[in-house]
């Protein structure tokens, strides 16, 4: 299996500021990423995959990067909203694996 | 607009074995290319995928839990199914259900693969 990890795991931030997320994987996986919001009590919800094109709908203040073993997803300017917990996820092979999660919480 | 709900018994006794379904609403399950898989996440953590399945009966699983599962579809029901057995608190978790897709990449380059659209899961506790 594919080991993902992510980091950090806690992230304290301000509305307003920009932030980054870090996902590494023990093997290359060239662009075969995902990004995901969760919310408490929620389902996560898909914002960006191929590591960087953003799915329909979602804010475009959220942006991927990233291939072979080091991905990024930055949220440029949080909103209140925002605030959550965001896990990768590979699918370059199986099987399927998400990453620890990184909560994003109000400083 | 395509939406998953997952439904089953909320309670399961430790050795026995956890039975779950997923209605897919507003299209067909067998409709364009798309993977159905089932993913659970205990409380506090993180999220495990635990296998897919396509509309032909076609299955991959997690090996970390194969021996113990299966993953069936009804098209006529336009459902598909999870069933884990020899459960034991290990498996307490929230199990979702969820759509894989073959979403476009812009500009023509072809295509990738995410879990685009998420049932709004359902508490799973083993306990006696």
């Known amino acids: 299996a594919i080991w993902m990890t992510q980091s950090p795991s806690l992230l304290s931030a301000s509305t307003g500021d920009r932030v980054t997320i870090s996902c590494r994987m023990s093997?290359?996986?060239?662009?075969?990423l995902a990004w995901y919001q969760q919310k408490p009590g929620k389902a996560p919800e898909l914002l960006i995959y191929?590591?960087?094109t953003l799915q329909s709908g979602v804010p475009s203040r959220f942006s991927g990067s990233g291939s072979g073993t080091d991905f990024t997803l930055t949220i440029s300017c949080l909103q209140s909203e925002d605030f959550a917990t965001y896990y990768c996820?590979?699918?370059?092979?199986?099987?399927?694996?998400f990453g620890q999660g990184t909560k994003l919480e109000i400083k | 607009q395509v939406q998953l709900q997952e439904s089953g018994p909320g309670l399961v006794k430790p050795s026995q074995t956890l039975s779950l379904t997923c209605t897919v609403s507003?299209?067909?399950?067998?409709?364009?290319?798309?993977?159905w898989s089932w993913i659970r996440q205990p409380a506090g953590k993180g999220l495990e995928w635990i296998g897919r399945?396509?509309?032909?009966?076609?299955?991959n699983y997690n090996p970390s839990l194969k021996s113990r599962v299966t993953i069936s579809v009804d098209t006529s029901k336009n459902q598909f199914s999870l069933k884990l057995s020899s459960v034991t608190a290990a498996d307490t978790a929230v199990y979702y259900c969820?759509?894989?897709?073959?979403?476009?990449?812009?500009?023509?380059?072809?295509?990738?693969?995410?879990?685009?659209?998420w049932g709004q899961g359902t508490m799973v506790t083993v306990s006696s």
């Open positions: 191929a590591a960087s």
């Open positions: 996820q590979q699918y370059y092979s199986f099987p399927y694996t």
């Open positions: 093997q290359g996986i060239s662009s075969y």
């Open positions: 507003g299209g067909s399950i067998s409709s364009g290319s798309y993977y």
């Open positions: 399945i396509y509309t032909s009966g076609s299955t």
């Open positions: 969820a759509r894989r897709s073959l979403l476009y990449l812009p500009g023509g380059a072809g295509g990738a693969f995410a879990f685009d659209i």
